[in-house]
């Protein structure tokens, strides 16, 4: 696949992730100055990533939930979480990957996990109704 096919890729799948408001947010507050970061984003990790075969997006979804509490990046958990739920994750499932994420990265990360899932969660929610 040449560059501009991953690009093309990743942009398809970050959107179907993420969305449309999300991913046009990031773009333009990355500016002049982070346009490259988000070029790079966009083509490796939705593109060369998300893009392979081997795991599915729930799978993918579940994966970086763990990840990312474990790394303590609240603005990217609340992307990946309505990420996850678009992928069709339920909230039990969240759950339990907080609970694994408890007894592995520490009570901490988990804590915040539950607390940033709850707001996305209900306001999933809210919005469906």
């Known amino acids: 696949m040449v560059m501009d096919d991953m690009y093309t890729q990743g942009m398809q799948i970050r959107r179907a992730v993420v969305g449309d408001d999300h991913v ?26 998300w893009g392979r075969p081997g795991l599915d997006r729930r799978t993918r979804s579940l994966l970086n939930i763990a990840m990312i509490s474990a790394l303590n990046r609240p603005n990217e958990l ?38 940033i899932a709850q707001s996305v969660l209900d306001a999933e929610t809210d919005s469906a109704h």
Do not use: M
């Not at 990031?26 to 939705?46: F, I, M, S």
């Open 24 to 49: 046009d947010g990031a773009l333009a507050a990355a500016g002049d100055l982070g346009a490259p970061l988000q070029d790079l984003v966009t083509e490796y990790c939705w593109g060369a990533v």
């Open 78 to 115: 609340r992307a990946h979480l309505r990420g996850a739920v678009r992928n069709g994750v339920t909230a039990e499932e969240i759950r339990e990957v907080f609970l694994q994420v408890a007894a592995y990265c520490g009570f901490p990360a988990a804590l915040d996990g539950f607390k």
